[in-house]
Structure formats: structure tokens, C-alpha cells
């Protein structure tokens, strides 16, 4: 069986080539997942499932386009692991670009990710997203 670590470096795999079918496939059916976000993101939402979370991937998309986006330290134990990243994004709608960090938490049990909590530089995003 993956360890936690294994799992999460997996989905960030998944996600960096755009595999969204891969890393739907390391959530539980009945994953929770949270993200914080500024209040005018569409993907600043909780959102339950595997059929809401891919919702909630194509809203990412639709909303901003990420230039980079790295992990750069993962904490793990047998059940969890944190990873803290940076990420650079345009804001679709406004054509102006943001760079900030972030944090997530992810729970995982039998080598599926069952809940997630992320969070980023909300005013940073708040003021690229702003018109």
C-alpha cells in the first residue's frame, strides 16, 4: 500500500500533467474538499464528492491560468501530509498576474486522499482578480 506521502506526490503528478481522471481516481468517493480562496474566486468553495471535485478543477480552469505551480516542502505522517508550494496565475478575466504561496493539508486513508484543505495568498489573488 502507497504511504500518504506516495499518494499526494501522485495527485501533484496528476495535476502537473493535467490528468484529471488519474487524480479524481486517488480521491475517495466521498472526499471533502476545501479551498480558501479571495471571495470573488468561483473555487473558493467546499465542495463534496468526486463529481464536485472535478466541478471545482474545471472552475480553476476556467478562472485562472496557472503559470507555475511547485510543491516545495512536503511534511507527511501515516495519515496526512502538508505541502507548502508557490504558485504564479493570471486571472482570466482580468489579464493581471499573481505569485504568492500556499498551504495544503491533505488526509488520506488506505491510499485514497478522504479530505483536503487548502489555502493561498487571498489578497494577492483579490487584487489580480480585481477590475
Partial sequence: MRTSLETVQDAYAAFGRGDMPALLA????????????????????TVLGREQLGAWFAAVAASDDIHVFEPQQMLAASDHATVIGHQRTTVRATGRTFECPWVHVFS?????????????DTQAAAEARAA
Fill in 108 to 120: 488520506v486513508s488506505g491510499g485514497m486522499i478522504t479530505a483536503f484543505w487548502g489555502m493561498l
Fill in 26 to 45: 486517488l480521491c475517495s468517493p466521498d472526499i471533502r474538499w476545501q479551498f480558501v480562496a479571495d471571495r470573488s474566486a468561483p473555487y473558493n468553495a
